[in-house]
């Protein structure tokens, strides 16, 4: 079955970090862009941050300097080091290629 799981969300005060993963099922992921979006209550889901298959990266600006995407063809990982949260940062973070999306995970920055 083809899917992805996201990890790694909680709570963390502000300026602290945070680590997500992102587990592919995907038979071909080498091949694809793989991007983070997060939706926060009330507001629409929004491009956090892409990595392409040759891993050229692009972020929201709102996130520049702070986070930073990665990924591991061998494992089928995408990852998101979240650094210097602040609480606008708060939402549901998703794991996203084309149309498949993951189920999201929390990511709560309050102190």
């Known amino acids: 079955q083809v899917q992805l799981v996201e990890s790694g969300g909680g709570l963390v005060q502000p300026g602290g970090s945070l680590a997500l993963s992102c587990a592919a099922s995907l038979s071909n992921f080498r091949f694809v862009n793989m991007a983070w979006y997060r939706q926060a209550p009330g507001k629409q889901r929004e491009l956090v941050a892409l990595?392409?298959?040759?891993?050229?990266?692009n972020y929201a600006d709102s996130v520049k300097g702070r986070f930073t995407i990665s990924r591991d063809n061998a494992k089928n990982m995408v990852y998101l080091q979240m650094n210097s949260l602040k609480p606008e940062d708060t939402a549901v973070y998703y794991c996203?290629?084309?149309?498949?999306w993951g189920q999201g995970t929390q990511v709560t920055v309050s102190s």
């Open positions: 990595i392409t298959t040759i891993s050229i990266t």
């Open positions: 996203n290629t084309g149309h498949l």
